[in-house]
């Protein structure tokens, strides 16, 4: 009996396919963050690249089984949230801090 128990081909494929589609639609996001029309298209574009960011370090933690990564995204996560509350505020209001 193994100690690690063998991820199946399938999911590891499933896995792999996730990853490299997550790195294009973060490809694609770019392209609206530096062509984007409104400065809330850019924002919106910014934060979609920060939740695709997640979602491939907790798919590199499926691969790898590294659990650390997972961590590491939850924080991007919070960041992420925090980041782009904080430039929505900014571009209604002009203001962050009153």
């Known amino acids: 009996m193994a100690s690690e128990a063998a991820v199946p081909a399938f999911l590891d494929y499933a896995i792999h396919a996730s990853l490299v589609v997550a790195a294009l639609l973060t490809l694609a996001c770019s392209y609206r963050v530096i062509q984007?029309?409104?400065v809330p298209d850019r924002v919106v574009a910014l934060d979609t690249i920060g939740t695709n960011v997640v979602a491939i370090g907790v798919?590199?933690?499926?691969?790898?089984?590294?659990?650390?990564?997972?961590?590491i995204g939850l924080v991007?996560?919070?960041?992420?949230?925090?980041?782009?509350?904080t430039v929505a505020k900014y571009v209604i209001e002009g203001d962050i801090i009153q």
């Open 59 to 71: 798919l590199f933690a499926l691969a790898t089984g590294r659990g650390l990564f997972v961590l």
């Open 36 to 38: 984007g029309p409104t």
């Open 76 to 85: 991007l996560a919070i960041v992420g949230f925090v980041s782009t509350v």
